[in-house]
């Protein structure tokens, strides 16, 4: 079973203050990593997808990286609109489904 | 505008009455699917298709139906809701599950079975 374990499951940062989130993975053969964004009261929002160990996305202030086993989404110098709850989804190879963590709730503080 | 729709938005209802929550999309694409968020348990997937007539099981399809007859329409259907369904559901659409699985979210239907 496909499985995604995220932390910290919150976060408050000063603003300017850089961190990162960490998603880490099992599953048999990804085929993909994603990245979501979802404000309160809403549907989450694409932000990026990797495919294999190594490759990097970037975004404004928001970088992700993929290893074999995790994922990390770096928020450099975060603003207050960064605040919200990111989620990371994994797709193995040779499956539609899409498994999903339970999110990290970052706050960024002006 | 590319969205996608979802109706109601809230819905409170009572244990066993059947109800419809609509999904729709105007991007053409192929691949839509359900999910319910609960605290503390994440998103989860209920169903998905494929492309029109093509639907399958996802994590919890247990007290659930959805149906494809048209690609831009996707509904859920409870046919005997129970209080353990009280949740909020998201539809998402894509245009292909072997594209960047880039998911557009509907806004999500707050439901509430009592």
């Known amino acids: 079973e496909d499985q995604v374990t995220q932390s910290p499951e919150a976060l408050r940062l000063q603003e300017g203050e850089s961190s990162s989130l960490n998603c880490s993975y099992t599953?048999?053969?990804?085929?993909?990593l994603f990245w979501y964004r979802q404000d309160p009261g809403k549907g989450p929002e694409f932000l990026f997808t990797l495919y294999s160990a190594g490759e990097e996305k970037e975004k404004e202030r928001l970088k992700a990286t993929l290893t074999k086993k995790e994922s990390f989404l770096h928020i450099t110098a975060p603003k207050p609109e960064d605040s919200a709850t990111y989620l990371c989804a994994v797709q193995a190879s040779g499956n539609n489904r899409l498994a999903f963590g339970k999110g990290n709730q970052v706050v960024v503080i002006p | 505008e590319a969205q996608v729709t979802q109706n109601p938005r809230y819905l409170i209802t009572v244990t066993g009455k059947k109800l419809t929550v609509t999904c729709s999309q105007n991007m053409n694409h192929e691949y839509m699917s359900w999910y319910r968020q609960d605290p503390g348990l994440g998103l989860r997937q209920i169903y998905y298709?494929?492309?029109?007539?093509?639907?399958d099981k996802g994590d919890v399809p247990e007290g659930y139906k959805v149906s494809r007859k048209e690609k831009r329409n996707f509904p859920l259907i409870l046919e005997s809701p129970s209080p353990n369904q009280t949740s909020l559901y998201f539809c998402?659409?894509?245009?292909?599950?072997?594209?960047?699985?880039?998911?557009?979210f509907g806004p999500g239907t707050r439901l509430t079975v009592t």
């Open positions: 599953v048999s053969g990804l085929r993909g």
């Open positions: 998402a659409s894509s245009p292909s599950s072997r594209s960047s699985y880039e998911q557009y």
């Open positions: 298709s494929m492309n029109v007539e093509v639907t």
